[in-house]
Protein backbone atom coordinates (compact mmCIF):
# COMPACT_ATOMS: atom_id res chain seq x y z
CA UNK A 1 0.00 0.00 0.00
CA UNK A 2 2.75 2.46 0.61
CA UNK A 3 4.62 1.88 -2.53
CA UNK A 4 1.48 2.13 -4.70
CA UNK A 5 0.60 5.88 -2.32
CA UNK A 6 4.50 6.71 -2.87
CA UNK A 7 3.95 5.73 -7.10
CA UNK A 8 0.77 7.86 -7.05
CA UNK A 9 2.04 11.04 -5.59
CA UNK A 10 5.36 10.45 -7.88
CA UNK A 11 3.14 10.98 -11.20
CA UNK A 12 0.81 13.41 -9.76
CA UNK A 13 3.57 16.13 -8.13
CA UNK A 14 5.04 17.03 -11.36
CA UNK A 15 1.35 17.70 -12.62
CA UNK A 16 0.59 20.52 -9.98
CA UNK A 17 4.21 22.24 -9.47
CA UNK A 18 3.19 25.63 -9.43
CA UNK A 19 -0.45 24.38 -8.04
CA UNK A 20 -1.58 24.53 -4.93
CA UNK A 21 -2.36 21.41 -3.07
CA UNK A 22 -4.36 21.00 -0.10
CA UNK A 23 -5.63 18.40 1.95
CA UNK A 24 -9.11 16.76 2.26
CA UNK A 25 -11.84 16.90 -0.68
CA UNK A 26 -12.52 20.10 -2.38
CA UNK A 27 -14.34 22.86 -0.43
CA UNK A 28 -18.09 23.00 -1.38
CA UNK A 29 -18.39 27.19 -1.77
CA UNK A 30 -21.35 28.85 -2.79
CA UNK A 31 -22.01 30.32 -5.86
CA UNK A 32 -23.70 33.53 -7.54
CA UNK A 33 -27.52 33.00 -6.91
CA UNK A 34 -29.82 33.52 -10.16
CA UNK A 35 -27.26 33.64 -12.43
CA UNK A 36 -27.41 34.87 -15.82
CA UNK A 37 -25.42 33.44 -18.14
CA UNK A 38 -25.99 35.74 -20.96
CA UNK A 39 -25.12 39.17 -18.82
CA UNK A 40 -21.97 36.93 -17.63
CA UNK A 41 -20.62 36.67 -21.17
CA UNK A 42 -17.71 39.18 -22.85
CA UNK A 43 -14.65 40.06 -21.88
CA UNK A 44 -12.98 39.37 -18.68
CA UNK A 45 -9.32 40.72 -17.62
CA UNK A 46 -7.17 38.19 -15.11
CA UNK A 47 -6.90 40.71 -11.95
CA UNK A 48 -5.35 38.02 -9.63
CA UNK A 49 -5.14 34.71 -8.87
CA UNK A 50 -3.77 31.26 -7.25
CA UNK A 51 -0.42 30.45 -8.99
CA UNK A 52 -1.08 28.35 -12.30
CA UNK A 53 1.20 25.94 -14.07
CA UNK A 54 -0.81 27.54 -17.40
CA UNK A 55 -0.74 30.61 -16.97
CA UNK A 56 2.50 31.85 -17.27
CA UNK A 57 2.24 35.17 -18.83
CA UNK A 58 0.86 38.90 -18.80
CA UNK A 59 -1.89 40.36 -19.67
CA UNK A 60 -4.49 37.16 -19.30
CA UNK A 61 -7.98 37.57 -20.39
CA UNK A 62 -10.68 35.63 -21.91
CA UNK A 63 -13.51 36.29 -23.77
CA UNK A 64 -17.09 33.91 -23.42
CA UNK A 65 -19.85 33.98 -26.01
CA UNK A 66 -22.62 32.15 -26.17
CA UNK A 67 -23.17 29.59 -29.08
CA UNK A 68 -26.55 28.81 -30.49
CA UNK A 69 -26.21 25.46 -29.13
CA UNK A 70 -26.13 26.72 -25.87
CA UNK A 71 -22.51 25.65 -25.56
CA UNK A 72 -19.97 28.87 -24.78
CA UNK A 73 -16.87 29.80 -27.27
CA UNK A 74 -13.89 30.29 -24.42
CA UNK A 75 -11.36 32.20 -25.88
CA UNK A 76 -8.10 32.67 -23.45
CA UNK A 77 -5.29 34.68 -24.56
CA UNK A 78 -1.73 35.67 -22.63
CA UNK A 79 1.91 37.37 -23.95
CA UNK A 80 4.67 35.43 -23.22
CA UNK A 81 7.98 35.95 -24.16
CA UNK A 82 6.78 38.66 -26.36
CA UNK A 83 4.29 36.87 -28.49
CA UNK A 84 0.04 36.90 -27.94
CA UNK A 85 -0.88 33.59 -27.45
CA UNK A 86 -4.36 32.10 -27.52
CA UNK A 87 -6.59 28.65 -26.66
CA UNK A 88 -10.11 28.19 -27.23
CA UNK A 89 -12.09 25.86 -25.68
CA UNK A 90 -15.76 25.29 -24.74
CA UNK A 91 -17.79 25.28 -21.93
CA UNK A 92 -21.38 24.28 -20.52
CA UNK A 93 -23.36 24.47 -17.86
CA UNK A 94 -23.24 21.38 -15.88
CA UNK A 95 -26.56 21.73 -13.84
CA UNK A 96 -29.01 23.94 -15.27
CA UNK A 97 -30.74 24.05 -11.88
CA UNK A 98 -27.15 25.67 -10.60
CA UNK A 99 -26.49 27.62 -13.86
CA UNK A 100 -23.16 29.10 -12.23
CA UNK A 101 -21.51 25.93 -12.00
CA UNK A 102 -19.92 26.11 -15.62
CA UNK A 103 -17.70 23.02 -17.43
CA UNK A 104 -14.88 24.46 -19.65
CA UNK A 105 -12.42 22.29 -21.47
CA UNK A 106 -9.90 23.21 -23.76
CA UNK A 107 -9.22 20.01 -25.61
CA UNK A 108 -11.36 16.90 -27.05
CA UNK A 109 -9.73 14.51 -25.20
CA UNK A 110 -10.14 16.24 -21.65
CA UNK A 111 -13.11 16.17 -19.31
CA UNK A 112 -14.41 19.22 -18.47
CA UNK A 113 -13.00 21.23 -15.40
CA UNK A 114 -14.55 22.82 -12.85
CA UNK A 115 -15.60 26.71 -13.76
CA UNK A 116 -17.86 28.35 -11.14
CA UNK A 117 -19.12 31.81 -10.45
CA UNK A 118 -19.04 32.53 -6.90
CA UNK A 119 -20.08 36.08 -7.29
CA UNK A 120 -20.33 38.51 -9.92
CA UNK A 121 -21.91 41.94 -10.81
CA UNK A 122 -21.55 41.44 -14.35
CA UNK A 123 -20.05 45.01 -14.68
CA UNK A 124 -17.32 45.42 -13.03
CA UNK A 125 -15.93 41.82 -11.15
CA UNK A 126 -16.50 38.37 -11.21
CA UNK A 127 -14.31 35.45 -8.67
CA UNK A 128 -14.21 31.87 -10.09
CA UNK A 129 -13.51 28.74 -8.73
CA UNK A 130 -12.00 25.61 -9.50
CA UNK A 131 -11.18 22.63 -7.99
CA UNK A 132 -10.03 18.70 -8.60
CA UNK A 133 -10.21 16.00 -6.23
CA UNK A 134 -7.11 13.87 -6.30
CA UNK A 135 -8.28 10.67 -4.60
CA UNK A 136 -10.15 12.31 -2.06
CA UNK A 137 -7.04 12.61 -0.29
CA UNK A 138 -5.93 16.03 -1.56
CA UNK A 139 -7.09 18.56 -3.78
CA UNK A 140 -5.70 21.12 -6.29
CA UNK A 141 -8.11 24.11 -6.74
CA UNK A 142 -7.61 27.71 -8.59
CA UNK A 143 -9.68 30.76 -7.82
CA UNK A 144 -9.82 33.92 -9.91
CA UNK A 145 -10.54 37.47 -9.38
CA UNK A 146 -11.98 38.49 -13.00
CA UNK A 147 -12.35 42.64 -13.75
CA UNK A 148 -14.16 44.24 -16.95
CA UNK A 149 -11.20 46.73 -17.23
CA UNK A 150 -7.14 45.98 -16.28
CA UNK A 151 -7.56 46.93 -12.87
CA UNK A 152 -9.94 46.84 -10.07
CA UNK A 153 -10.03 48.65 -6.31
CA UNK A 154 -7.85 47.50 -4.03
CA UNK A 155 -11.23 47.62 -1.75
CA UNK A 156 -12.58 45.51 -4.54
CA UNK A 157 -9.76 42.60 -4.29
CA UNK A 158 -9.42 42.79 -1.11
CA UNK A 159 -13.84 41.90 -0.41
CA UNK A 160 -13.23 39.43 -3.26
CA UNK A 161 -10.06 37.37 -1.24
CA UNK A 162 -13.04 37.84 1.94
CA UNK A 163 -15.80 36.29 -0.22
CA UNK A 164 -13.01 32.97 -0.99
CA UNK A 165 -11.93 32.85 2.48
CA UNK A 166 -15.21 32.71 3.61
CA UNK A 167 -15.81 29.75 1.38
CA UNK A 168 -12.92 27.88 3.05
CA UNK A 169 -10.74 28.42 -0.15
CA UNK A 170 -6.99 29.39 0.97
CA UNK A 171 -6.10 32.37 -1.10
CA UNK A 172 -2.69 33.22 1.03
CA UNK A 173 -1.02 32.76 -2.23
CA UNK A 174 -2.65 34.76 -4.43
CA UNK A 175 -0.94 36.68 -6.54
CA UNK A 176 -1.75 39.86 -8.67
CA UNK A 177 -2.24 39.03 -12.50
CA UNK A 178 0.67 41.67 -14.89
CA UNK A 179 -2.03 43.74 -16.96
CA UNK A 180 0.76 46.28 -17.52
CA UNK A 181 2.04 47.05 -21.08
CA UNK A 182 -0.60 45.07 -22.76
CA UNK A 183 -1.13 47.30 -26.08
CA UNK A 184 2.53 45.63 -27.59
CA UNK A 185 3.70 42.10 -27.39
CA UNK A 186 7.52 42.63 -26.23
CA UNK A 187 8.54 41.92 -22.71
Known amino acids: MKLSLVLVFAFILPLIRAQVPHWGPCPEPAVQPAFNLKQFMGRWFEIAKLPAQFEKGRCIETNFTLRTDSSIRVVSSEILKGELRKI ?21 V ?3 SPYWILSTDYVNSALVYSCTDILRLFHVDFAWILGRTRTLPDSTVQKAQEIFA ?19 TTQ
Do not use: F, H
Open 166 to 184: NNNIDVSRMIPSRQQGCDK
Open 88 to 108: EGTGVIEDLKNPAKLGISYSY
Open 110 to 112: LPY
